[in-house]
């Protein structure tokens, strides 16, 4: 596999997505390729770790603010 910018994004967003889910993403990432998320705050309910509290209203946010990013570097087009 050759190594590039658009690798070291990609891996960026799986990395974001282990720490908000508290494991490896890979049937999240599987389920993203046939149908993109369309509502980030339910996603977050579905994939942010059970082990962790509830996140307040302000911090909920910027939690959604990050899954996005991580989503988006998930993305085959940029």
Do not use: Q, W
């Amino acid at each position: 596999m050759e190594e590039n910018e658009k690798l070291d994004v990609y891996s960026f967003g799986v990395l974001i997505l282990k720490v908000l889910m508290g494991k490896h993403p890979g049937d999240l990432i599987s389920s993203l390729s046939s149908s993109p998320p369309t509502v980030y705050g339910a996603l977050l309910k579905d994939i942010l770790d059970t082990r962790l509290s509830s996140p307040g209203n302000h911090v909920e946010e910027e939690v959604v603010l990050v899954a996005k990013l991580a989503l988006a570097c998930l993305h085959t087009s940029p």
